[in-house]
T-cell receptor, first 112, second 115 residues
Framework: DAKTTQPTSMDCAEGRAANLPCNHSTISGNEYVYWYRQIHSQGPQYIIHGLKNNETNEMASLIITEDRKSSTLILPHATLRDTAVYYCIVRSYGGATNKLIFGTGTLLAVQP | EAGVAQSPRYKIIEKRQSVAFWCNPISGHATLYWYQQILGQGPKLLIQFQNNGVVDDSQLPKDRFSAERLKGVDSTLKIQPAKLEDSAVYLC?????????????FGPGTRLTVL
């Protein structure tokens, strides 16, 4: 699975959009981009995933560049409850092994 | 629906002692995972079960760690004997065979401190 690079930490003002970048320059054609987040003292939580088209769900939007070498997770209106570590993960879809390889993620601190 | 349940939530033991963690996945989820999360790091997969068979245990230190999933439902993870470097949060996750993006659902974890 391809490696990802994320900033160690970011700040965002409450009510503003939070834009979390991720670089995955070695991504291969059959690999998806996944985002999970981990709020303090909880297990990770799935947010969204995509292959090459932009995706949106009730939690966030995922923008993937045309060359698929980077992506941005967007939380449109960040709240204090969005303070968490956000993990960008690249992996193949399906198959018997469904392993998630987590890096160290980005600590997003939403400020009041 | 009920989430992934884990117990205990916290455990403190001395090195060379044994410890066991229990996980009850979401009903109907065929796949169960155990992850180890050391402070400041992301979770690392230890073992993956599909029903009661092992799919991946390549990162499990088999000289001291063991896991089982009898009857394809609940699972236990055991450490015997524990070392100081085993201090971590042990996370259990489950996923259905076919779901949104192979989404994994995580429990709250068991925080283990080895003194």
């Amino acid at each position: 699975d391809a490696k990802t690079t994320q900033p160690t930490s970011m700040d965002c003002a409450e009510g503003r959009a939070a834009n979390l970048p991720c670089n995955h320059s070695t991504i291969s054609g059959n690999e998806y981009v996944y985002w999970y987040r981990q709020i303090h003292s909880q297990g990770p939580q799935y947010i969204i995933h995509g292959l090459k088209n932009n995706e949106t769900n009730e939690m966030a939007s995922l923008i993937i560049t045309e060359d698929r070498k980077s992506s941005t997770l967007i939380l449109p209106h960040a709240t204090l409850r969005d303070t968490a570590v956000y993990y960008c993960i690249v992996r193949s879809y399906g198959g018997a092994t469904n392993k998630l390889i987590f890096g160290t993620g980005t600590l997003l601190a939403v400020q009041p | 629906e009920a989430g992934v349940a884990q117990s205990p939530r916290y455990k403190i033991i001395e090195k060379r002692q044994s410890v066991a963690f229990w996980c009850n996945p979401i009903s109907g989820h065929a796949t169960l995972y155990w992850y180890q999360q050391i402070l400041g790091q992301g979770p690392k997969l230890l073992i993956q079960f599909q029903n009661n068979g092992v799919v991946d245990d390549s990162q499990l230190p088999k000289d001291r760690f063991s896991a089982e999933r009898l009857k394809g439902v609940d699972s236990t993870l055991k450490i015997q004997p524990a070392k100081l470097e085993d201090s971590a949060v042990y996370l259990c996750a489950s996923s259905p065979l076919r779901g949104r993006g192979n989404e994994q659902f995580f429990g709250p974890g068991t925080r283990l401190t080895v003194l």
